[in-house]
């Protein structure tokens, strides 16, 4: 037990480094030499938890996207909050770890690339956001806070642009950029309906 428990901890200390790196460095910069000894170990010692750097990339990607999926849904099935609630929850936590925003930035923008290790988890990726978002959206729909004819497919294309493209500009120039209050004026006039509290 002693091991198992030893044995996750270590995991979960290589996908923190992991974060780190790819975070500052891209994926195609990142070396696990460089990630193995920031993590304390042997480049074999690493990939004995993750057999290659595809491996550890994808780990660290699902790793952030399964915990947020997770707790939006708690959010909205559990707790009743709306989904602008939680889209704007999403918005201020992650106004609070550039890091975690930096990390799927830079990993996004190098997936473009059709031969990048992460363009096919970054592509499906995008795609079960969108479901989800409309999945919700056709529930707003449902209880009167969306127009019968709202086109539900391009209102989730805008708001992931809208969430994607303010993080952008927040860490290119933070000084000027508040990615928080533009995100909740604009689920405001896209998701009509009682405004989440302010915190």
């Known amino acids: 037990m002693a091991t198992y428990a030893k044995g996750r901890e270590r995991r979960a200390e290589i996908l923190r480094v992991a974060r780190e790196v790819f975070a500052t460095r891209g994926f195609r910069s990142a070396s696990l030499a460089v990630i193995a000894e920031r993590a304390g170990l042997s480049e074999p010692g690493l990939l004995h938890h993750f057999p290659s750097k595809d491996h550890l990339l994808t780990a660290v990607l699902e790793e952030r996207d399964d915990s947020e999926i997770e707790r939006t849904r708690r959010q909205v099935e559990e707790e009743h909050r709306s989904r602008a609630e939680a889209l704007i929850d999403l918005c201020r936590r992650n106004a609070t770890r550039p890091e975690m925003v930096q990390l799927f930035t830079v990993l996004a923008a190098?997936?473009?690339?059709?031969?990048?290790?992460?363009?096919?988890?970054?592509?499906?990726?995008?795609?079960?956001?969108?479901a989800l978002l409309v999945d919700g959206l056709e529930q707003e729909q449902r209880e009167g806070r969306l127009a019968p004819d709202a086109n539900l497919e391009q209102l989730a294309?805008?708001?992931v642009a809208m969430f994607d493209g303010l993080q952008l500009q927040w860490l290119l120039d933070r000084e000027r950029v508040d990615m928080v209050a533009p995100f909740e004026r604009f689920i405001?006039?896209?998701?009509?309906g009682p405004p989440p509290p302010r915190r």
């Not at 190098?110 to 031969?115: K, M, P, R, T, Y």
């Not at 988890?121 to 079960?128: A, D, G, N, P």
């Not at 405001?188 to 009509?192: C, G, H, T």
């Open 110 to 130: 190098e997936s473009v690339d059709a031969a990048h290790p992460a363009h096919e988890w970054f592509v499906e990726r995008y795609r079960m956001i969108r």
């Open 188 to 192: 405001a006039r896209a998701l009509p």
């Open 157 to 159: 294309i805008e708001i």
